[in-house]
Structures are given as C-alpha cells and as structure tokens.
C-alpha cells in the first residue's frame, strides 16, 4: 500500500514539473509583448486569429497566418510558428486527389485560395526550412507550390484563385499579387512579370487587375492606396520603375503630410479620410526600396503617432502586424 503511495506522489510530482516545465516553453516563446497582445487580443483559445481586436466573430484568414509567421521569423520564435503550421495544416489545408490548396478564409463553404496569401505562406515556409533546419516545412511548401503550378494558370499565367468545387480557376490577374514572393516560389514567371511590367508609366495610378478573357487592364474609379503601393513595389522588385506614381506619391507625402487609404482616379483627391498602417507600411517600404530613406522615417513616424493617437482600437490584425513587422526589421 505504502509503495502505491509513493508511486502515485512521485506520479503527481512528476507531471507538475511536467506542466510546469510546458509553461516555461510556453512563456519564452511570449515574452514579445507583440506576441502577448495577439494572444490577448487577435486570438480565440484555439489560438486561431480572426481579423478585428476583440471580435471573435470576425473572419479567420490565411492572410493573417502567413503574415504572423512572417514576423516569427524576423524574431526567431520557431515554437510559434510551428503552431501556425499545424493550424494551417488542421483548419486551413484542402486535399484534392494529389493538389494541396489553402483556404483563403476559415468558413464551411469557402472554396478557394488567393495567390497572394498562398506564395506568402510558401515563402515563409520555405525560409522557416532553412532558418529552423525543418525538413517539413519545405515538403509543404513544394507541395503547396507545385499546385499552383498546375492547377492555377490560364494561357500560361498565374491566376488569382481556384475553385475546386468546381475545378475552374479565374480569369484575371490581380497585380499586386505580383510580389516579391511569388517570383521567389514559383516557376515559369516571364509571363505574368510581362503583365506587371507592360503598363502605362505615364498615368499616375495603376489598373488593378487584367483580364485574360478581354485581354485589357481594369481600371476602377476609386483606387486603394494599399493596391497601389503593393504593384509599385512589385514593380521596382522586377526592376521596372513607376516614374509618374512616384512623382506623385512624394508631392502628395510633402504637400499633406498624410496618405489617404482611397483616392478618386480621375482627379487624384481623396475619396475617404481614414489612414491606415497598412498603407503606411507599405509606403515605407517602397520609399526604401527607391532610395528615399528620410520620406521612409517621416512615414514610419506618422505610424507612430497614429498608434499613440488609438488607432489599434480598431486595426485589422493585417494593419497591426504590418506595423509591428516594420518596428521589427
């Protein structure tokens, strides 16, 4: 009797320092304060992340993941971003016969992918492969990729999604999906960079999409700003500069001192008030990528201010993590 004792005490002893040895992992990964307001804020208690602070009722996208492990990897935080990779394996990962698709959103009747958030998560995980020596990583990633490659073209260019309900893929391109990361992860690009490329440099905005069926560019009467910046840093990735978007984007910066999240195409005026961390990250990356490193801290200090000023209050986890990302590097 006394020996069933001892075993059970020696028993609970052990999976205490068990537990508690879990919490301390668990805790050094969270140590970031960035990591510890996701969790409190952008997290439910499966710890899946939906978009807005607060709202557990929001939508859960693979937009958000690929842009967490993103900033995973800048600090070296490979246990949590592990999690991600099983989250995305457990909840956002669609087997069809031998293609792998990732949902764009987490919802029973969601159906399709978005290039953009797929090469995000391909290029995290292949650079997680490499910085974390996990062979896994990259195995999902060339499995990921190697989809896109057969499952999602048309005429030979990359296409924004497929449906594989129906088995049909779109018939447009979305330029700012055009990234930096889709040229890293996938092969047989030269068509699609022609479409980035093949624009008219002389207006100061850019289309948003082209369309494969109409062979012709889609222009919209109000442009995002986000969009914007997203196809002008695509652009300077493939060496082909936007000379009259980049003149006007530094008038518009000196002259305001604040970029507005939509603007009318026509006559170049803001068509809202709002600003945007999005907006602002994006515009600090491309000042730096063209070289304007003081317009690029004049940015980043505007970011400051909003987020003093409570902009996080409502942020998008795609603005906040944006914002954190830049902080970062």
Same mark, same amino acid.
């Given at each position: 009797?006394?020996?069933?004792?001892?075993?059970?005490?020696?028993?609970?002893?052990?999976?205490?320092?068990?537990? *508690? /040895?879990?919490?301390?992992?668990? #805790?050094?990964?969270? $140590?970031?304060?960035?990591?510890? !307001?996701?969790?409190?804020? +952008?997290?439910?208690?499966?710890?899946?992340?939906?978009?807005?602070?607060?709202?557990?009722?929001?939508?859960?996208?693979?937009?958000?993941?690929?842009?967490?492990?993103?900033?995973?990897?800048?600090?070296?935080?490979?246990?949590?971003?592990?999690?991600?990779?099983?989250?995305?394996?457990?909840?956002?990962?669609?087997?069809?016969?031998?293609?792998?698709?990732?949902?764009?959103?987490?919802?029973?009747?969601?159906?399709?992918?978005?290039?953009?958030?797929?090469?995000?998560?391909?290029?995290?995980?292949?650079?997680?492969?490499?910085?974390?020596?996990?062979?896994?990583?990259?195995?999902?990633?060339?499995? *990921? /990729?190697?989809?896109?490659?057969? #499952?999602?073209?048309? $005429?030979?260019?990359?296409?924004? !999604?497929?449906?594989?309900? +129906?088995?049909?893929?779109?018939?447009?391109?979305?330029?700012?999906?055009?990234?930096?990361?889709?040229?890293?992860?996938?092969?047989?690009?030269?068509?699609?960079?022609?479409?980035?490329?093949?624009?008219?440099?002389?207006?100061?905005?850019?289309?948003?999409?082209?369309?494969?069926?109409?062979?012709?560019?889609?222009?919209?009467?109000?442009?995002?700003?986000?969009?914007?910046?997203?196809?002008?840093?695509?652009?300077?990735?493939?060496?082909?500069?936007?000379?009259?978007?980049?003149?006007?984007?530094?008038?518009?910066?000196?002259?305001?001192?604040?970029?507005?999240?939509?603007?009318?195409?026509?006559?170049?005026?803001?068509?809202?008030?709002?600003?945007?961390?999005?907006?602002?990250?994006?515009?600090?990356?491309?000042?730096?990528?063209?070289?304007?490193?003081?317009?690029?801290?004049?940015?980043?200090?505007?970011?400051?201010?909003?987020?003093?000023?409570?902009?996080?209050?409502?942020?998008?986890?795609?603005?906040?993590?944006?914002?954190?990302?830049?902080?970062?590097?």
């Amino acid at each position: 009797m006394m020996k069933k004792a001892v075993i059970t005490v020696v028993l609970a002893v052990s999976l205490c320092l068990i537990g *508690l /040895a879990a919490a301390v992992v668990w #805790q050094s990964a969270e $140590d970031n304060d960035v990591q510890k !307001y996701i969790k409190k804020t +952008y997290t439910d208690d499966d710890h899946l992340i939906y978009a807005y602070p607060n709202n557990p009722h929001s939508q859960y996208l693979s937009e958000s993941i690929g842009l967490y492990m993103n900033y995973l990897l800048l600090i070296d935080d490979q246990k949590t971003f592990n999690v991600l990779v099983q989250q995305l394996k457990n909840h956002f990962f669609v087997k069809k016969e031998n293609a792998l698709y990732i949902s764009w959103v987490l919802k029973e009747n969601a159906n399709t992918n978005a290039l953009i958030d797929d090469v995000r998560i391909i290029a995290a995980l292949r650079k997680g492969a490499s910085q974390f020596g996990e062979n896994e990583y990259a195995e999902l990633a060339n499995k *990921l /990729a190697r989809t896109i490659e057969r #499952q999602q073209t048309a $005429d030979g260019i990359y296409v924004d !999604y497929v449906d594989w309900a +129906y088995n049909e893929s779109a018939r447009r391109v979305t330029l700012s999906y055009l990234t930096p990361d889709f040229f890293y992860v996938l092969k047989k690009t030269v068509p699609s960079k022609e479409i980035l490329t093949s624009l008219d440099e002389k207006k100061v905005f850019f289309p948003e999409y082209y369309d494969l069926t109409k062979r012709t560019y889609s222009y919209g009467a109000k442009i995002h700003m986000i969009d914007q910046l997203l196809i002008a840093i695509n652009r300077e990735n493939v060496h082909e500069p936007s000379r009259a978007f980049h003149k006007w984007i530094i008038e518009e910066w000196k002259a305001e001192g604040r970029i507005a999240g939509q603007y009318f195409r026509k006559t170049a005026e803001p068509a809202v008030e709002y600003e945007s961390l999005a907006v602002y990250a994006y515009l600090e990356e491309y000042f730096r990528t063209t070289g304007d490193g003081q317009l690029a801290e004049e940015v980043h200090e505007r970011s400051t201010q909003l987020v003093k000023n409570g902009i996080l209050k409502e942020a998008h986890f795609f603005d906040y993590i944006l914002y954190e990302t830049k902080k970062t590097q």
